[in-house]
């Protein structure tokens, strides 16, 4: 497998097959079916990969293999799905594989959970989200399993690659190249998109030419579809059309959603590469409604660009528009910057209006930006812009936040509780009427699973244990020491929403008046107990607070 022989890996894999099966060795048996499952993945042969981790997980759901090998079968169940673009299977395994971490508490297992997740949220384009769990995953990864630190470095190379943050990009994808993994076909595109194409294209082609881990080479599809996507930049047409017939052959025998709209994307890039606009925008709108089914904003707000080009090309100026304009708008609602700027740019092309400077070529100064208090008013300044809103708590704890990059700042803190007598509380968050009926029920779904043949029936299993874990959460949150119930409205938990809502309710006026930064800062300041300004979550941005009690 490290060394890339697929066919040596095969045989390996089913005599260790073999000699589980003989020797009744379930482990092994579990271990090996995910073995042929990678063999499978990589010769894009979809059907056969999904019948091998299916039999694979049975074993983990009737509890027939131990704690590692269980924790082994969920990670490759949720890889193998994520490498054929099957993406509600991996939500699906990630969400039973968090539940089977919490009820074991095994350490293991937890930041390889965080990764899987960030993949789900990215696919699913909530980038925000998907690069707190990935920067998570990160440090979590690093203590527990340090061996597959690469997988989380990866994965967050890829969500900042998508929210234009090249440089931190760039950062993560050298972190998991120092690891040992090549993070393709992220760093191509990255490269790509920072304006060199040649040193993209022989990124990528490495992948195809020299050996390379199995795994590497595990996200075909999307390895095939950068492949098309660079050849055609720099005008290797014959490189270009080789990943797309065999992408076309790959939809053909698998039938997937992900697998028909990437054919489709790729074959209408080289159609409209090669001068055939009608062609084009007729793939490319088949593309578009997988995408849509899907439910891909990134991948399709990408087609949707492409689409507007033939579009364009074919002569029809007016639906170019609308779809230059639907995919700036999907890019302006994930958050991802550069691509909405990019497309822009295009929107204004033609329209006849001055574009923006590609940021491609990244300033070499960070930007300025001000914060200025006067009574009770705040004046912004930034990106030459300037605007006033009247002062709120909300508006305070941002200038604090400001301050202060990269630095935790309490809720209590910043709510200036922390000297004050405690209001009192909400009561018990479970009276004792409540705890009863709870209690009562996990005996019932206890003696259920009892009689309950988990081998043959290891769906009800997982839904008995899942209802189980949610109860035992629930009494776990309600009940503290020495079985003394837990009162709810704390001072701590008061001040977490008093500071998010005032925060996140400043940072909604601010987008109203300047999106730009509005985004920016939804994008930078983290709410919670603790609160933070991330800063190197985005361009670089040099901020001067200032405060006066007068004019």
Known sequence: MAEGDLD???????????????????????????????????????????????????????????????????CNAIWACRCRG?????????????????RQQVEYFPGMCRVHRSEVLRVRGDLVAAESESEAATRQVSQSLPAYATFPWSELGEVRRRRGNFEGAMTAFQRAISLGWDPQPGLALLLMQRGDAVSAHRSLERTFHEPRPTMVCEDRVNLLVARATIAVEVNEREIAESAVAELTDM?????????????????????????????????????RRWWIELNTPYELANTCVLLAK?????????????????????????????????????????DGRTSRPDRSESPTTPRQARMT?????????????????????????????????????????????????????????????????????????????????????PVNAERIRTELDAIAQTLAA?????????????????????VTKGIRGAIRKITDVDAQLGRYLEATIKTGTACRFDAQLREAVDWVIEESSSD
């Open 8 to 74: 040596a890996q095969e045989h390996h894999a089913r005599r260790a097959l073999e000699l589980a099966r003989r020797y009744g060795e379930r482990n092994v048996e579990a271990l090996a079916l995910v073995d042929l499952s990678h063999v499978s993945t990589t010769r894009g042969e979809s059907q056969a990969t999904l019948d091998l981790i299916r039999r694979a997980t049975s074993m983990a759901l009737g509890g027939e293999i131990d704690l590692f090998a269980t924790g082994m079968v969920f």
């Open 86 to 102: 099957e993406w509600r299977r991996a939500q699906e395994w990630t969400e039973s594989a968090t539940r089977w971490v919490n």
């Open 251 to 287: 939809s053909k025998r698998n039938n997937t959603p992900w697998d028909n709209a990437a054919a489709a994307h790729a074959r209408g890039l080289l159609h409209l590469a090669n001068g055939e606009s009608h062609q084009a925008v007729e793939q490319l709108t088949r593309a």
């Open 310 to 350: 033939a579009l364009q090309a074919d002569g029809d100026p007016t639906r170019a528009k609308i779809e230059f304009a639907a995919a700036r708008d999907g890019f302006a609602r994930i958050g991802a910057e550069f691509d909405r700027e990019q497309t822009q740019a295009l929107l204004d092309k033609i």
């Open 373 to 457: 208090r006067r009574g009770d008013t705040w004046t912004f300044v930034f990106d030459g812009r300037s605007f006033q809103l009247r002062s709120t708590r909300g508006l305070e704890h941002l200038s604090k936040l400001l301050r202060q990059p990269g630095v935790d700042c309490w809720a209590v803190d910043l709510a200036g509780s922390g000297g004050a007598p405690d209001r009192g509380d909400a009561g018990e968050m479970l009276d004792a009427t409540a705890r009863e009926t709870y209690r009562r029920r996990a005996e019932e779904l206890r003696s259920e699973l009892a009689d309950l043949d988990s081998a043959s029936d």
């Open 478 to 498: 309600a009940v503290g020491l020495g079985g003394r119930p837990r009162r709810a409205g704390s001072a701590v938990e008061r001040a977490r929403q008093s």
